[in-house]
């Protein structure tokens, strides 16, 4: 299958691209390297340097290498600077898939594929959350993904798109071996941080909140391997190719960590001390956000293999050694 990859040059969206071409499809990758490596895009994809919001050139990209599904990962992702800087949320992840759309529908794409996230719930009532659990995004960032899945919804009755919006919990890990990490700047992601500690590019990690109502005061969050998030993405693909449901779908593990663990994780696979220090609360952090993993099991056929926190810190650790410091 011909797919194009917006945002193939980040962090998840670069893991895709080398499985799609793993798997014998054909791959074109659309970025605009704000935030992205042009050398973590497989070289056996076409790479091509340019805003998706560009509906124009998105239209003649589709139609000229016969694109038949698009995989959406392009956006911004930072949830403390759409809170101080909500318009470049508004415009990168809602008015850039507007266009986008526009495109997907005029080239009659028929399958399309959305990077939505945990934080369009807000704060949960229950745990683990399953997908008809109310959204309340707390910060414009998860606003805007919640946008962006109720203008999927629209499109679906209205024209027939097939979508999925796929709710990633916190994506961690990497493909080491593809020479593949998580390469954000600035990091604003735990195990990237801790192990930055560990390999001695950071003094000390922050613990914000040892009081929380959990098990040893710290948050608890649901870390999914990057591997495996790419796989879900191929279930989602073919689930929709076969005319499956549209439909959002939580990609997670369905058990949490909380952040001593993860810090007792990185000290015990790297062999390294790691200073943790307690810091006040941040407002807006939600205790506990652990996936309900049912839906994605039952209708995509798909669960996490490779998540455990180990295995996830153990391919992070690796990949993160090798980065230049
Ligand atoms: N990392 C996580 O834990 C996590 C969790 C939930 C959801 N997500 C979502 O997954 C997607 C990928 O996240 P990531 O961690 O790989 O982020 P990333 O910043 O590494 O990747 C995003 C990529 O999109 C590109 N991009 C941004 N705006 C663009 C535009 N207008 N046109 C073209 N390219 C553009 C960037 O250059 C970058 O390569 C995002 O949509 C994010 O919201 C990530």
Known sequence: MKVLVTGGAGYIGSHMVRTLI??????????DLSSGHRDAVAAEAAFVEADVADGVRMLALLREHGVEAVLHFAGKIRVDESVVDPATYWRGNVTASLALLGAVLEAKVPSFVFSSTAAVYGDPETVPIPEDHPTRPVNPYGDSKLTVERILSSYGVAHGLRWAALRYFNAAG????????ERHDPESHLIPIVLDVALGRREKVSIYGTDWPTPDGTCVRDYIHVCDL???????????????????????TGRGASVREVVEVVREVTGKAVLAVSAPRRAGDPPELVAGVERAARILGWRAKQSDLRTIVADAWLARARLPG
Request: aromatic residues 2%.
């Open 22 to 31: 793993d798997r014998g499809h054909g791959v074109v990758v659309v970025d």
């Open 174 to 181: 990497a493909n080491a071996g593809a020479g593949l990490g």
């Open 230 to 252: 790419a796989d879900a993405h191929l279930a989602a693909l073919e689930h929709l190719t076969k005319g499956g449901e549209s439909g959002a779908f939580n990609l997670g």
